[in-house]
Structure formats: structure tokens, C-alpha cells
Nanobody, 122 residues
Framework: QVQLVESGGGLVQAGGSLRLSCAASGRTFSSYAMGWFRQAPGKEREFVAAISWTGISTRYADSVKGRFTISRDNAKNTVYLQMNSLKPEDTAVYYC???????????????WGQGTQVTVSS
């Protein structure tokens, strides 16, 4: 079992930046691929970014490429999502996710966090 706790959400103006963190506990963090999803009001949850357990392989949704960066620190059992050039359409609840590999994380993660709200004002 893996427990995931997100932090770092908040209110930011368009063009600004935020960094989300996801702290993991439970089974060995470094053996899991990690990812971020988001869900805007009235919309389905969508994939944002994923990173392999080594940190070498990453994947991004087209909507965030060039603006968001996923990274991880296995020594701290934490994965990050650096979000730059934020837009009002990035407003959503952001969820951390974990799975056995990047493909699993992108499609059907095994574990979810409780989410953190990100609001981008225009």
C-alpha cells in the first residue's frame, strides 16, 4: 500500500507559477512510477504528467508541454510538479498518482492522493 499526500496548491494569477509536491509513504517509493492528473469542475479527470521510477523517462499531456515539469527526489519520497506560465484553464484539483510503470500511471494508476486545488485567475 502507498499513501500519497499532495501540497502546494493555491491561488495564482495567470502567467504565474506554482510547485506542487506529493509525499509518499508505505511501500518503497523509488520502485513506483509517479504521475499527476487534474480534474476541472464539470470535466473528467485527465492525465497531466508522469515520471518513471528512475526519473529518466517523463511524459506530458500536450496541453502542458513546455510549461510544466515533473521531477522526483527518491531520497525524500517526493514527486514534484513545477507549473509555469499558468493559464485560467489550468484551474483544477490536481491529484498525485502511483503505479508500477509509466504506462500504468498514465492509464490506470494503482494509488491516488486526495488532491490539491489550483486556481488561476485571469
Amino acid at each position: 500500500q502507498v499513501q500519497l499526500v499532495e501540497s502546494g496548491g493555491g491561488l495564482v494569477q495567470a502567467g504565474g507559477s506554482l510547485r506542487l509536491s506529493c509525499a509518499a509513504s508505505g511501500r518503497t517509493f523509488s520502485s513506483y512510477a509517479m504521475g499527476w492528473f487534474r480534474q476541472a469542475p464539470g470535466k473528467e479527470r485527465e492525465f497531466v504528467a508522469a515520471i518513471s521510477w528512475t526519473g529518466i523517462s517523463t511524459r506530458y499531456a500536450d496541453s502542458v508541454k513546455g510549461r510544466f515539469t515533473i521531477s522526483r527526489d527518491n531520497a525524500k519520497n517526493t514527486v514534484y510538479l513545477q507549473m509555469n506560465s499558468l493559464k485560467p484553464e489550468d484551474t483544477a484539483v490536481y491529484y498525485c498518482a502511483a503505479g508500477s510503470n509509466v504506462l500504468v500511471v498514465v492509464t490506470t494508476p494503482d494509488y491516488w492522493g486526495q488532491g490539491t486545488q489550483v486556481t488561476v485567475s485571469s
